[in-house]
């Protein structure tokens, strides 16, 4: 869909060009003072969402990284993972040599608490949230049982960038939260991430960690963490700022679409939509319904698409998709050689082969939207019923 990467314009190409005209392309030293973008964007993303603190990095990935890291999470731990989500959630507690333990998301695609919950055991460390395809977990049960077990939270907001929960930014009610500026997100840079905190201690270690000079450029002696490159460019950050001022209107026509085949849809025969934790917060990028059956889901899908509408089921035994924790090889290998039993997550599987997906893109206009409604309408009267 690319909200943001179908914005992309003049605008962009004069940051991009301004900081090519300094000759600053990295961020820490080059000609001169330099223009400064990233740390302007960390400024301005941080006071966007509501946070104390923002890192700009080079991917969705490094930002999870750095702030799983930079809140203590390490060897031994244990974290709580949602069975659907894209695989570089998993694989990022992997990369700070924890272990995931993957739980039931519900009716929201986004953990189930009450699972979660059943899931703890002496060695969970933190719950690692995410709101998946644009819609808020419920962070008000999830908020109260990290701190009812004293566990680390960390969000997951790679897919919902502007998003809310009760009025609230995410990405601000854990210890960290994680953003991505990949060309699918909301806005975007193409690559690039950002991690926000409130926690001047977490902040710190996730600098050493994304940078492995960090501590000594910050006259903070020598690192306290082996730590990686995952820097983000003057470039990645003029960008950024640009998509920053965007973000707002994106979310403002993808909710207004959303609103509006939810409207239309949601009372059809044969369909339920995935149930919202906040309706308001909910950054519309995608309309999910639930058939009654698999089979039923995929000849929707199928149907849909034959009207011309890109409709796809999210789950289906037979199409490879990482977003679903079936295919998490490298994770169903290290839950092994832990030698913890498979993960067993039927009720996600049993939903998302239920469900039919479809982008609600900015750029639809009122057409565009009966189009797709009447092709609902169709095949509730012709396939569900």
């Known amino acids: 869909?690319?909200?943001?990467?179908?914005?992309?314009?003049?605008?962009?190409?004069?940051?991009?060009?301004?900081?090519?005209?300094?000759k600053?392309?990295?961020?820490?030293?080059?000609?001169?003072?330099?223009?400064k973008e990233t740390t302007a964007f960390e400024e301005e993303f941080a006071a966007h969402v509501g946070a104390r603190r923002a890192l700009c990095v080079n991917a969705g990935s490094s930002a999870l990284i750095c702030g799983l890291i930079g809140a203590g999470i390490g060897p031994g731990d244990e974290v709580i993972v949602p069975?659907?989500?894209w695989n570089a959630t998993p694989n990022t507690v992997l990369a700070c040599g924890a272990l995931p333990v993957l739980a039931e998301?519900?009716?929201s695609l986004t953990l189930d608490p009450t699972d979660v919950e059943r899931r703890l055991t002496p060695q969970t460390k933190a719950i690692l949230a995410v709101h998946m395809r644009g819609a808020p977990a419920d962070m008000r049960a999830l908020?109260?049982?990290?701190e009812r077990h004293g566990l680390v939270l960390v969000e997951d907001v790679c897919q919902a960038a502007g998003?809310?929960?009760?009025?609230?930014r995410l990405g601000t009610f854990g210890d960290a939260g994680a953003f991505s500026l990949q060309f699918n997100k909301i806005i975007t840079t193409g690559e690039g991430g950002v991690m926000v905190t409130d926690r001047d201690d977490v902040y710190e270690l996730a600098i050493d960690v994304h940078d492995c000079a960090g501590s000594v450029r910050r006259g903070a002696g020598l690192p306290r963490f082996p730590g990686w490159n995952f820097r983000a460019s003057e470039l990645v950050g003029a960008v950024a700022r640009v998509q920053l001022t965007r973000l707002d209107g994106l979310l403002a026509r993808m909710r207004a679409n959303h609103a509006q085949l939810a409207d239309e849809i949601g009372t059809l025969p044969g369909l339920a939509l995935r149930r919202p934790n906040d309706r308001g917060g909910d950054a519309g990028v995608a309309l999910i319904a639930f058939a009654q059956t698999p089979d039923l889901a995929r000849d929707a899908v199928a149907a849909l698409q034959a009207e011309g509408v890109q409709a796809m089921q999210i789950y289906s035994p037979d199409t490879i998709d990482l977003h679903v924790f079936a295919y998490w090889q490298p994770v169903l290998d290290a839950i092994a050689a832990a030698g913890r039993p498979a993960p067993d997550c039927p009720r996600t599987l049993d939903l998302l082969e239920r469900a039919i997906h479809v982008d609600v893109s900015p750029l639809c206009v009122g057409q565009d939207l009966e189009e797709i409604a009447l092709a609902f309408r169709k095949i509730s009267d012709q396939v569900l019923n």
């Open 1 to 22: 869909m690319f909200p943001g990467g179908m914005e992309l314009g003049e605008e962009e190409l004069e940051a991009v060009a301004r900081v090519i005209r300094s």
């Open 24 to 35: 600053n392309v990295f961020r820490y030293y080059g000609v001169g003072d330099g223009p």
């Open 83 to 85: 069975a659907y989500t």
């Open 105 to 107: 998301v519900d009716e």
């Open 143 to 146: 908020t109260a049982l990290a």
């Open 163 to 168: 998003a809310s929960f009760e009025g609230r």
